[in-house]
Nanobody
Framework: QVQLAESGGGLVQAGGSLRLSCAAS????????MGWFRQAPGKEREFVAA????????YYADSVKGRFTIFRNNAKNTVYLQMNNLKPEDTAVYYC???????????????????WGQGTQVTVSS
């Protein structure tokens, strides 16, 4: 089992940057594939980015490609989301998620993830 805790959210102007962190408990972090999702008020939770266990393979939603980067440090049990050139439409609560035993490629599906953090608010002003 793993527990996840996000941090790094806040208020930023359009065009600015933020780096989110998701710290995981336990000693088997490197066994988990990790994802970031976000949920804006009144909307469904949506996929943002994912990274496989080794960190060598990443996936992105089209809406964030070229602006966001997901990476991980397995020695620190942490996955990050670097967000650049932020837009007001990026405003949402951002969640990290973890899945251990998954060999497919549908990392955009919420249903494959076993563990979720509590979320961190990101607000982008225009």
């Amino acid at each position: 089992q793993v527990q996840l805790a996000e941090s790094g959210g806040g208020l930023v102007q359009a065009g600015g940057s933020l780096r989110l962190s998701c710290a995981a408990s336990g000693r088997t972090f490197s066994s988990y594939n990790m994802g970031w999702f976000r949920q804006a008020p009144g909307k469904e939770r949506e996929f943002v980015a994912a990274i496989k266990r080794s960190g060598g393979v990443t996936y992105y939603a089209d809406s964030v490609k070229g602006r966001f980067t997901i990476f991980r440090n397995n020695a620190k049990n942490t996955v990050y989301l670097q967000m650049n050139n932020l837009k007001p439409e990026d405003t949402a609560v951002y969640y990290c998620a973890a899945v251990r035993d998954y060999s497919g490629s549908n990392y955009y599906l919420k249903s494959i993830y076993n563990y979720w953090g509590q979320g961190t608010q990101v607000t982008v002003s225009s």
